[in-house]
């Protein structure tokens, strides 16, 4: 069998159309490997970029850049840049790193089998076209595992200021409800015992378009109607989108898991405004205060950016208020970073200096340990539902790692591998990132 290496950087939906790859390229006969050694370890060498920060833009580019030496030595050998970058940067790949055979964005994921076929065939190809190609019903082969994600809707209309994704995931869409049903069953059939829903707003399933009877809450209850037992989780929520027919649909419905990934990104509401975000400071609070007051045992978690263009001192603080009073279980935080094409890029006379955004980067993760030790704190003593997603070896013990039904990450000793069981856990301790559990025989 030919052999492929896939690397992934970025988000879960990369993670996602990097599983729709890997499930075409099973089709073509090839087989995936984990590790990458030298030029021999695989026929054709992948990377899944990321464009939504400078960083994981150079890496994409660095990597590629050792995979091109390889070449030199062993030209057979193909190498495919693919998703974000290569969907905003387009022929252009070419130009920085002419070994590369294809360039693929994230528009046509789904002819992705005929463009590999071209390039085994000796073409250098380009395909980052500006319109979705349409799926074409491939099986996706998903990584072992028990968690398993299913796109439910694509791209965003939203243009935050800063954001490149409406630039490199296209206009929202939302894929068929009988589609996602169908992969949900042969998810479940496979064995996994969680289903992640996903979007970049994914609670905006169904508002635009040919699926307009359709919404989150509705395709919630179908899949919560499937039979066996297993969870459902749904990320990314945008704020305004949250209605409260899906608050209580994730109440009625057992296999929905009580925890929401709602982002903010500030507690300032003028810097909302000018990140183009559609709610101020108090809107959103009442929204995260309504979740509390109906889900019990809610985890609720935000993404928040430090020194975005113009963020004056008093702003910031904002932030690490609004975090604090919200008592948000945890937040991905970053310091702001330009992208090109976005609106927010050209302001570069409200650019704050690197030391300053720095700094700030520092205080709003000191806030989010404290958030996250706090919330992790009143689960002591408490008996909880933990799935269990790992088994390992840690310094001579072995070590179960699951979660709980509100995303809460548990350690827990014990002797023997019950990947994918579900197990009542006392949890006994909490540390910032995670809770130290004792199996309940
Ligand atoms: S909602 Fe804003 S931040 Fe999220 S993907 Fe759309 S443009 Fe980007």
Known sequence: MKKVYIETLGCQMNKSDTEKMLGMLDYLGYEEVKELKNKDSADLLIINTCSIRQLSEDKAFSRTGLWGKWKKNRPNLKIAFCGCVAQQTGEAVFKRMPYIDLVMGTHNINEFPDLVKRIEAGEKVCAAGETLVDEKGFEIKRAKGVNAWITITEGCDNFCTYCVVPYT?????????????????????QGFKEITLLGQNVDSYGKKGEYSDWNLARLLRELNALE??????????YPTDITDELIDTVVKSGKICECFHIPMQ???????????????????SKIVKK????????????????????ESEKQFQET?????????????????????????????????????????????????KENCINSNKKYIGRELEVLVETFKNHKGKNILTGRTRNNKIVHIPHHE???????NVKIIGAKTWYLKGELNK
């Open 169 to 189: 995931r296209g206009r929202e869409r939302s894929r068929a409800p009988e589609v996602i049903i169908k992969e949900a069953k042969d998810i479940l059939a």
């Open 228 to 237: 066996g037992k297993f969870r459902i989780r749904f990320t990314t929520s």
């Open 266 to 284: 500030s507690g300032s509401s003028d810097i909302l405004k000018k990140m183009n975000r559609r709610y101020d400071k108090e809107t959103y």
């Open 291 to 310: 979740i509390r007051e109906r889900v019990k045992d809610v985890t609720i978690t935000s993404d928040f950016i430090a020194g975005f263009p113009g």
């Open 320 to 368: 690490l208020d609004v975090m604090k009073k919200l008592e948000l279980d945890y937040s991905n935080t970053a310091a702001y970073s330009p992208r090109e094409i976005t609106i927010a890029a050209k302001w570069e006379e409200l650019f704050l200096p690197e030391d300053i955004k720095s700094e700030r980067l520092v205080r709003l993760n000191d806030q989010n």
């Open 417 to 423: 591998n019950i990947v994918g069981e579900f197990v």
